[in-house]
């Protein structure tokens, strides 16, 4: 059983609402099979995020299964959704929320178009307007071992802090986009896979003409504001958000109980 302050109970009601009500959005858009894809957000305030658990359809997620894990990809125990399993891909969620403080929620799909890219290991190139003005460049790869989470949460770490795009393409896996919240993170997956097959689909009939970098750069500034236009839109994001509570690459640690006894309080 964990207790936490009552201020974050509150935090902790309000992000399993917010994760399990977008991700309708996976489905509506035709991101996801079956019950595939995942979204979580981390607690602010807390060393905690919520992520939705593995084998529960889609039409039956609700704020109450939704599973509270730290920041080491466990769960915590006795709070509701806590006899629920979790997503095979939660330890690159974890690891991602440990190395990216800016990292308010994250979105992961295998959609077809953007997991085609990433199992070539091939960024995006930045070929139309709208792209620029959203990714400021190429959807990147990071570089590093699907099956070392440690790794990809460095790697992922590194590609923030060098390209303007906020979803990067895991090798063999498919997209992950980090959002300062829930529905940011949804959005950029769905914008992801719309870049991913339109530019596909120009490159199947013919040599595709991507956009100078003065281009984008001038796109980019325009849609972020010029004093912004070189910056990782993430990190312009996060300096205002106040939540950056979790430092770079800091020791996970179990949640800390508030001192008064209190039981969980689910939504
Ligand atoms: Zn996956």
Redesign the pocket.
């Known amino acids: 059983m964990s207790t936490f302050s009552a201020r974050v109970e509150v935090a902790i009601a309000r992000i399993r609402a917010d994760v399990a009500h977008v991700h309708a959005e996976l489905p509506r858009h035709g991101l996801v099979s079956w019950t595939d894809g995942s979204v979580s957000a981390r607690v602010p305030g807390a060393d905690l995020f919520v992520i939705k658990p593995s084998g529960v359809a889609y039409a039956e997620l609700a704020p109450e299964n939704m599973v509270l894990c730290t920041l080491d990809a466990g769960i915590v125990d006795g709070t509701p959704g806590g006899d629920g399993s979790l997503p095979?891909?939660v330890a690159m969620h974890a690891a991602i929320y440990r190395h990216v403080p800016e990292a308010g929620a994250l979105a992961?799909t295998?959609s077809p178009y953007a997991t085609a890219w990433a199992t070539r290991a091939e960024a995006i190139p930045c070929a139309t307007t709208a792209m620029a003005r959203e990714f400021g460049g190429p959807v990147p790869v990071v570089t590093a071992s699907p099956v070392d989470a440690e790794s990809l949460g460095r790697a992922v770490a590194a590609t923030l802090a060098e390209q303007r795009s906020r979803v990067v393409l895991v090798p063999n896996?498919?997209p992950f986009a980090i959002g300062t919240d829930a529905r940011d993170a949804v959005r950029l997956v769905v914008l992801t896979e719309d870049v991913a097959r339109t530019v596909q689909l120009a490159r199947q009939d013919g040599a595709l003409s991507t956009l100078d970098q003065s281009v984008i750069d001038a796109l980019f500034g325009g849609a972020h504001g010029a004093a912004r236009g070189g910056e990782p839109r993430l990190l312009a994001h996060a300096a205002g958000s106040g939540s950056g509570q979790v430092g770079r690459a800091r020791t996970p640690r179990k949640p800390q109980p508030n001192t008064a006894p209190q039981g969980p309080t689910g939504p």
């Open positions: 095979i891909d992961h295998h896996t498919g």
